[in-house]
């Protein structure tokens, strides 16, 4: 199933391919001793706690990581937000007027908002009517120009998951780079693509502390590929992308896995007792099957349903506007007490 005509060499950007990285002053020595004296980047020498710069290839961060994840240090990419590691992807791979990418709408915004702001064409191939991408059109949209296809799974905002056999076809038939973004897969029984990484040279995953981890305050990223395609995004990123406060905040946070567990359970349990009361408020026409820690809901009128809730002091998400999404609202799982004031409120709406 592998795709044997993979050549990443060509799908670089040439100006990409020959640039020649800059070259921070913590990145020309990799020991830290701490009776050595830094007088090379121009820091303040006074201590504040924060007066150095970060590691710029966040190592014993990613060495935890690593651990977790059973993958090698060099496979793995840090973000400031995933958000950073896509719009990374999007500039290592496509040449502004020239290239296009696929995407799978209704998915998540920021691949169409990052294709316009790098100036790539985005062609978007619908997704049928059970929210799985429709390979004949994505095979038919591609051309030699085709860099990359993004695949959110669980998706968001319809919450499933995307047909481990379809992926699987995907990647061993397009001729780019498959992106497959995870932001929800902890709150799955899924395996993560990573475990597929060996197989694939064309797959990038990137995952998120923004979710499960209940870290989207620090932004945090993370991203997954061969250490061929890690290379050339390490390359082009910002020298020290990851703060000192992020990089300390998720080495001590990730390593409380019980904790992100608990947080997890307590989500997915949630999440059962809504959708049973979901079911008996008259004016949701469907509720979708959900493998993330929100539901997308089909209602009588959005719009109205959208603003009656926020009078009553509850924000959900309108997402009336996306292709095949009409009249939906998607509502994130909150707390146990959270959840039963926003059930209580859509049972007296009138
Ligand atoms: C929330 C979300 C992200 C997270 O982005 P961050 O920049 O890491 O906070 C990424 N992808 C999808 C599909 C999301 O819903």
Same mark, same amino acid.
């Given at each position: 199933m592998s795709n044997a005509n993979f050549n990443l060499g060509a799908l670089i950007r040439p100006n990409v391919a020959k640039m020649i990285p800059y070259s921070s002053a913590r990145d020309e020595f990799k020991e830290f001793h701490s009776d050595m004296i830094f007088? @090379? /980047?121009? =820091?303040?020498?006074? =201590? %504040?706690?924060?007066n150095r710069y970060p590691d710029p290839q966040q190592r014993k961060l990613k060495s935890i990581i690593s651990k977790q994840k059973n993958i090698? #240090?060099?496979q793995i990419l840090l973000g400031n937000g995933s958000d950073e590691v896509l719009d990374l992807i999007f500039r290592a791979f496509c040449e502004p007027l020239k290239d296009n990418v696929i995407t799978l709408p209704p998915t998540y915004e920021m691949y169409s908002v990052l294709a316009n702001l790098n100036n790539i064409e985005n062609r978007e191939v619908l997704l049928d *009517? @059970?929210? !799985?991408?429709?390979l004949n059109e994505i095979s038919r949209s591609s @051309? %030699?120009? %085709?860099?990359l296809l993004f695949i959110c799974s669980p998706n968001n905002p319809t919450g499933n998951l995307i047909s481990l056999e379809k992926i699987l076809n995907l990647l061993g038939s397009f001729k780019g780079i498959v992106v497959i973004d995870e /932001? +929800? #897969?902890?709150? %799955?029984n899924e395996v993560s693509w990573i475990t597929k990484l060996k197989e694939f040279p064309n797959l990038i995953i990137t995952q998120t502390l923004s979710k499960a981890y209940g870290l /989207?305050?620090?932004r945090l990223g993370i991203c997954y590929a061969s250490k061929e395609i890690i290379s050339v995004l390490n390359k082009i990123k910002?020298? +020290?992308? #990851?703060n000192e406060l992020t990089q300390q905040s998720a080495i001590e946070q990730i390593q409380n896995i019980l904790k992100i567990k608990k947080g997890i359970t307590s989500s997915i349990e949630e999440k059962e007792g809504l959708l049973k009361a979901l079911v008996?408020? *008259? +004016? #949701? =026409?469907k509720i979708y099957p959900s493998d993330a820690n929100f539901i997308l809901i089909k209602v009588d009128n959005a719009e109205k349903r959208y603003s009656q809730l926020l009078q009553n002091g509850i924000v959900v998400r309108n997402? *009336? *506007? !996306?292709?095949?999404? =009409?009249n939906t609202l998607r509502i994130t799982i909150g707390t146990k007490s959270e959840n039963e004031k926003l059930i209580t409120t859509l049972k007296t709406l009138k």
């Open positions: 007088l @090379d /980047a121009n =820091e303040n020498p006074f =201590e %504040t706690g924060l090698p #240090i060099d *009517s @059970d929210f !799985q991408p429709d @051309d %030699t120009n %085709t860099k /932001a +929800y #897969i902890d709150f %799955t /989207a305050g620090i910002p020298p +020290y992308n #990851i008996q408020v *008259s +004016y #949701i =026409e997402r *009336s *506007s !996306q292709a095949l999404c =009409e």
